[in-house]
């Protein structure tokens, strides 16, 4: 009992510092994004381990950014409502067979490589949900399903 009591104590303690931050944030990192978002407000830093990720506000847009250990920028992801994607998404979504299920996020991600993405989450119910990936041209890219 001692035993497995202990071993749950040291995985507790194990996933507890896997989200704790292991590295300070390299000046060269925050540098490269105040100079890539000057008004961003509500900073919060995150080490993911292959990258520095910050979440914050620009005016009422929940964002989150990612950037090397050299202040490289590699992508950003912001939350976006249905209403405010583009008519080429909008109109690629309703073309698509996943039109009549329920929408249940939009986001809109700028990769360094693969440039703007629109990503909408649906679901047909509880337990079969999608994310769909569009190009800023309405053409569906991927269709990751989940089952839960």
């Excluded at 993911?48 to 950014?65: I, Q, S, W, Y």
């Excluded at 994607?85 to 996943?98: A, I, R, W």
Aim: aromatic content about 12%; hydrophobic content about 40%; proline content about 1%.
């Amino acid at each position: 009992m001692l035993q497995k009591w202990a071993f749950t104590f040291v995985l507790f303690l194990s996933v507890l510092s896997a989200s704790a931050q292991f590295r300070k944030i390299p000046a060269v990192v925050t540098d490269a994004f105040k100079a890539k978002y000057a008004t961003a407000t509500g900073v919060e830093w995150k080490d993911r381990l292959t990258a520095f990720e910050a979440n914050f506000k620009v005016g009422e847009k929940d964002m989150k950014a990612s950037f090397t250990s050299k202040g490289e920028w590699l992508k950003t992801e912001s939350n976006f409502t249905y209403n405010s994607l583009p008519l080429e998404v909008k109109d690629g979504f309703k073309k698509s067979k996943y039109a009549d299920l329920t929408v249940t996020g939009v986001m809109q991600v700028e990769e360094k490589e693969k440039g703007v993405l629109y990503k909408i989450a649906v679901k047909k119910n509880e337990y079969s949900k999608r994310n769909l990936v569009f190009s800023k041209t309405g053409q569906l890219i991927s269709d990751n399903g989940t089952i839960i």
